[in-house]
């Protein structure tokens, strides 16, 4: 919820063609989907296509054996689909694999485990034939983002040990006397205090825990020695100083290393602002050169090395709480302006949907991606709950479709030509299948299909796509994912599912919890309300200053749509929402009595209290017009905990105790214990340790128990079982 920075036909009918080519049982021999099935899922993450397109190495992300994480290994795979993935590296904590030019080695990251805790993860490196994998690094902090020179002689890398780390690395430190001979004041100098001196708003981060400000990131680099060195090469440090810097990227001619930098202490008081600097691969002097007026994402160079390309958003004149995402390109020559390739598309670019089986390791790259001749760039494009990839004309703007379908391109990476990339597809009965892409024509090769068995043996079905009018006739769209053994005509027990955001969007992805409902009996709809993402400018950012309003009464119209179609159930409805979803969650029980019970995940109750304990900051008037205690009628009349006397709806509210984007203490906690008081139906399930991922990336046990406490809440109002976990004692 609340990110800082925001996420056709020929190639469908490829797939298609090739799905059904593949040998399944009858429908007789499936079953169910469980919620146990979470241990079995394999998902592919971070997939690398080598330099000539002719393999591909991919994260490989399963479920521990203890069940309470995941493990990640590299495997690797040909790109003409002559072979299944076959390991490359043993695991259990490897991700981030990178390509030499050449094609002959790969670097990536790895994190050791010391008495039971993982280190720092350091680069290694491995040949492409196979074989061991050797240390490349041994740097205090650890080190990591390695991204090979143009002449694969060089890494660049990214590390946060300050001086004193790398002072106490290489025994330069002066040696401590004799313990009994220690001067109080030596102690104390040595001593490594546990207390924290807070001076900036933003502090921690939801999944990251609380800032260090003396370990800012800054960019080193190695030389990469050849097969067999025995001792380790030296790393050099490039930059330094007090501000987070990252995301290398070489010159053609490897002379020039350039990195994004935040130099703004306090950001959060001003509207984004990004910027590019560069520095000579040796070290030397850091020139600014590139200022943008908005928020930037990872940049691409050109093959000529005369243009950046890179998503991000250009800060409108007033401040917004939805920037929908765009496509820029601008000349690395000094004072040229950026120009939006996307300005006639009202779509997001490099956005994803809302989902709970991305990877939940090993990232999922979306990159800009240059043709070899400069004149084009590719990109993902996530447009009414679809993400396809895209060519821009680089002089025109002229759009042009890459992939086409009912599908999440989830991730992708291409040759440096362009011409060939390896994407991970996902659609709302596959979690995640990797292919290798042709660019020109769109041609998809399948190369690795891991839940493929697993699958063949369950009863999935895809949702059914509707739309329907809200209170004021706006067109909202929204998705059914009903039960395998649905039987038109009869009525069944409703939820109603909210995503989170509040500027995200459902649509043709995996979704476990939308499977799971449905084979527990129950119709779910998920729709995408005023204020979703992938609906244009104008319909994400309809809702500022009025969150939540008429996003929840789209949401209701979606349930009367579904009774008047004698699909649902009147009298079995429920709710449920995570984030976004569950503040919107707690407002809808506030304002009507006709669910038979809710559940709100991760929620807000109270704007103010938010505003004082969120990982970010609403500084800017982009949700309320000023602070609390300025606006504060605003904040009230938009805090479902205001309203809380009407509530009669039995209500769940679950919680990560380690959130920090929507701490309980704002959410959750406030709700419970308000009912308690008022003597109505609720119950509080806490996940300890866990963060504001809890759904999509939280300890796998976790995940399953959230999803029997929400269905055993709905199996409990909605369908009359007997359950007493919920009851009083």
Same mark, same amino acid.
């Given at each position: 919820?609340?990110?800082?920075?925001?996420?056709?036909?020929?190639?469908?009918?490829?797939?298609?063609?090739?799905?059904?080519?593949?040998?399944?049982?009858?429908?007789?021999?499936?079953?169910?989907?469980?919620?146990?099935?979470?241990?079995?899922?394999?998902?592919?993450?971070?997939?690398?296509?080598?330099?000539?397109?002719?393999?591909?190495?991919?994260?490989?992300?399963?479920?521990?054996?203890?069940?309470?994480?995941?493990?990640?290994?590299?495997?690797?795979?040909?790109?003409?689909?002559?072979?299944?993935?076959?390991?490359?590296?043993?695991?259990?904590?490897?991700?981030?694999?990178?390509?030499?030019?050449?094609?002959?080695?790969?670097?990536?990251?790895?994190?050791?485990?010391?008495?039971?805790?993982?280190?720092?993860?350091?680069?290694?490196?491995?040949?492409?034939?196979?074989?061991?994998?050797?240390?490349?690094?041994?740097?205090?902090?650890?080190?990591?983002?390695?991204?090979?020179?143009?002449?694969?002689?060089?890494?660049?890398?990214?590390?946060?040990?300050?001086?004193?780390?790398?002072?106490?690395?290489?025994?330069?430190?002066?040696?401590?006397?004799?313990?009994?001979?220690?001067?109080?004041?030596?102690?104390?100098?040595?001593?490594?205090?546990?207390?924290?001196?807070?001076?900036?708003?933003?502090?921690?981060?939801?999944?990251?825990?609380?800032?260090?400000?003396?370990?800012?990131?800054?960019?080193?680099?190695?030389?990469?020695?050849?097969?067999?060195?025995?001792?380790?090469? =030296?790393?050099? /440090?490039?930059? +330094?100083?007090?501000?987070?810097? @990252?995301?290398?990227?070489? *010159? #053609? !001619? %490897?002379?020039?290393?350039?990195?994004?930098?935040?130099?703004?202490?306090?950001?959060?008081?001003?509207?984004?602002?990004?910027?590019?600097?560069?520095?000579?691969?040796?070290?030397? =002097?850091?020139? /600014?050169?590139? +200022?943008?007026?908005?928020?930037? @994402?990872?940049?691409?160079? *050109? #093959? !000529? %090395?005369?243009?950046?390309?890179?998503?991000?958003?250009?800060?409108?004149?007033?401040?917004?709480?939805?920037?929908?995402?765009?496509?820029?390109?601008?000349?690395?020559?000094?004072?040229?302006?950026? /120009?939006?390739?996307?300005?006639?598309?009202?779509?997001?670019?490099?956005?994803?949907?809302?989902?709970?089986?991305?990877?939940?390791?090993?990232?999922?790259?979306?990159?800009?991606?240059?043709?070899?001749?400069?004149?084009?760039?590719?990109?993902?494009?996530?447009?009414?709950?679809?993400?396809?990839?895209?060519?821009?004309?680089?002089?025109?703007?002229?759009?042009?479709?890459?992939?086409?379908?009912?599908?999440?391109?989830?991730?992708?990476?291409?040759?440096?030509?362009?011409?060939?990339?390896?994407?991970?597809?996902?659609?709302?009965?596959?979690?995640?299948?990797?292919?290798?892409?042709?660019?020109?024509?769109?041609?998809?090769?399948?190369?690795?299909?891991?839940?493929?068995?697993?699958?063949?043996?369950?009863?999935?079905?895809?949702?059914?796509?509707?739309?329907?009018?809200?209170?004021?006739?706006?067109?909202?769209?929204?998705?059914?994912?009903?039960?395998?053994?649905?039987?038109?005509?009869?009525?069944?027990?409703?939820?109603?599912?909210?995503?989170?955001?509040?500027?995200?969007?459902?649509?043709?992805?995996?979704?476990?919890?939308?499977?799971?409902?449905?084979?527990?009996?129950?119709?779910?709809?998920?729709?995408?309300?005023?204020?979703?993402?992938?609906?244009?400018?104008?319909?994400?950012?309809?809702?500022?200053?009025?969150?939540?309003?008429?996003?929840?009464?789209?949401?209701?119209?979606?349930?009367?749509?579904?009774?008047?179609?004698?699909?649902?159930?009147?009298?079995?409805?429920?709710?449920?929402?995570?984030?976004?979803?569950?503040?919107?969650?707690?407002?809808?029980?506030?304002?009507?009595?006709?669910?038979?019970?809710?559940?709100?995940?991760?929620?807000?109750?109270?704007?103010?209290?938010?505003?004082?304990?969120?990982?970010?900051?609403?500084?800017?008037?982009?949700?309320?017009?000023?602070?609390?205690?300025?606006?504060?009628?605003?904040?009230?009349?938009?805090?479902?905990?205001?309203?809380?006397?009407?509530?009669?709806?039995?209500?769940?509210?679950?919680?990560?105790?380690?959130?920090?984007?929507?701490?309980?203490?704002?959410?959750?906690?406030?709700?419970?214990?308000?009912?308690?008081?008022?003597?109505?139906?609720?119950?509080?399930?806490?996940?300890?340790?866990?963060?504001?991922?809890?759904?999509?990336?939280?300890?796998?046990?976790?995940?399953?128990?959230?999803?029997?406490?929400?269905?055993?809440?709905?199996?409990?109002?909605?369908?009359?079982?007997?359950?007493?976990?919920?009851?009083?004692?």
């Amino acid at each position: 919820m609340f990110s800082i920075l925001r996420s056709r036909r020929a190639a469908a009918v490829f797939v298609a063609a090739f799905l059904l080519a593949v040998p399944q049982p009858s429908s007789a021999a499936k079953r169910p989907i469980t919620e146990t099935d979470l241990f079995k899922f394999v998902w592919v993450a971070d997939p690398q296509i080598s330099p000539d397109g002719k393999r591909v190495v991919f994260v490989r992300v399963t479920v521990n054996e203890k069940k309470n994480g995941y493990d990640t290994a590299l495997w690797i795979v040909p790109t003409d689909g002559s072979e299944p993935p076959r390991s490359f590296t043993s695991g259990p904590s490897d991700s981030s694999p990178r390509w030499s030019p050449d094609g002959s080695r790969i670097v990536f990251s790895r994190s050791a485990m010391k008495d039971g805790h993982g280190e720092p993860p350091q680069i290694y490196l491995i040949s492409t034939q196979g074989g061991e994998a050797v240390a490349l690094t041994e740097v205090p902090q650890g080190a990591g983002s390695p991204v090979w020179s143009p002449d694969g002689k060089t890494l660049a890398f990214a590390s946060s040990a300050n001086d004193k780390d790398i002072q106490k690395w290489k025994g330069d430190k002066e040696k401590a006397k004799d313990e009994k001979g220690k001067d109080e004041k030596k102690v104390e100098e040595e001593r490594q205090s546990d207390v924290r001196v807070i001076t900036r708003a933003v502090y921690r981060f939801n999944g990251g825990g609380y800032g260090d400000l003396t370990h800012p990131s800054h960019l080193w680099t190695v030389p990469v020695p050849a097969a067999g060195f025995l001792k380790l090469p =030296e790393p050099k /440090r490039l930059t +330094s100083g007090e501000f987070d810097q @990252g995301n290398p990227v070489w *010159s #053609p !001619d %490897g002379s020039t290393i350039y990195f994004a930098a935040d130099t703004e202490k306090e950001a959060y008081y001003k509207p984004a602002h990004s910027e590019l600097f560069a520095i000579p691969a040796g070290g030397g =002097e850091i020139r /600014r050169v590139l +200022s943008f007026d908005g928020g930037m @994402g990872d940049v691409a160079l *050109s #093959p !000529d %090395g005369r243009k950046f390309g890179f998503g991000g958003f250009a800060n409108p004149q007033a401040d917004r709480s939805f920037n929908q995402g765009d496509l820029f390109v601008v000349d690395t020559a000094p004072g040229a302006r950026p /120009r939006n390739l996307a300005a006639d598309l009202d779509a997001d670019l490099l956005e994803g949907l809302a989902a709970d089986q991305h990877p939940p390791s090993g990232g999922s790259p979306q990159p800009v991606v240059w043709s070899r001749d400069g004149r084009s760039i590719l990109a993902a494009v996530a447009e009414r709950g679809r993400v396809n990839l895209e060519r821009f004309d680089v002089e025109t703007g002229k759009i042009a479709h890459v992939t086409q379908g009912d599908q999440e391109v989830v991730s992708y990476t291409a040759t440096p030509d362009g011409s060939r990339l390896a994407v991970v597809i996902s659609t709302p009965t596959v979690i995640g299948d990797l292919y290798s892409l042709d660019a020109a024509t769109g041609r998809l090769t399948p190369l690795a299909r891991p839940n493929q068995e697993l699958f063949s043996q369950i009863e999935l079905t895809a949702p059914e796509e509707i739309t329907y009018k809200s209170f004021d006739g706006r067109e909202i769209h929204a998705f059914v994912q009903k039960p395998a053994d649905y039987k038109a005509g009869r009525k069944y027990p409703l939820i109603l599912n909210i995503h989170g955001g509040p500027h995200s969007a459902f649509g043709y992805t995996f979704f476990h919890e939308m499977q799971w409902m449905a084979a527990k009996g129950y119709v779910v709809l998920y729709p995408n309300p005023r204020g979703s993402s992938s609906y244009g400018q104008e319909f994400g950012n309809v809702i500022q200053y009025n969150f939540p309003g008429d996003d929840a009464k789209d949401l209701l119209a979606g349930v009367d749509e579904m009774v008047k179609r004698g699909i649902a159930d009147p009298k079995r409805l429920g709710v449920t929402g995570g984030s976004g979803g569950g503040i919107l969650t707690n407002w809808i029980v506030t304002q009507t009595d006709r669910f038979a019970a809710a559940a709100s995940q991760r929620s807000i109750a109270d704007w103010s209290t938010f505003f004082y304990t969120a990982d970010f900051t609403l500084f800017r008037p982009t949700w309320f017009r000023g602070a609390p205690w300025e606006k504060p009628e605003d904040f009230a009349r938009l805090s479902p905990i205001t309203h809380v006397d009407k509530v009669t709806t039995p209500l769940m509210l679950i919680e990560g105790e380690d959130d920090y984007r929507t701490p309980p203490a704002a959410g959750g906690e406030q709700m419970f214990r308000a009912l308690k008081y008022l003597h109505k139906p609720t119950v509080m399930v806490r996940f300890p340790g866990e963060t504001h991922e809890l759904s999509r990336s939280g300890q796998p046990w976790h995940r399953i128990e959230r999803l029997r406490h929400i269905t055993a809440w709905f199996d409990k109002y909605l369908q009359g079982k007997k359950i007493d976990t919920y009851d009083v004692p």
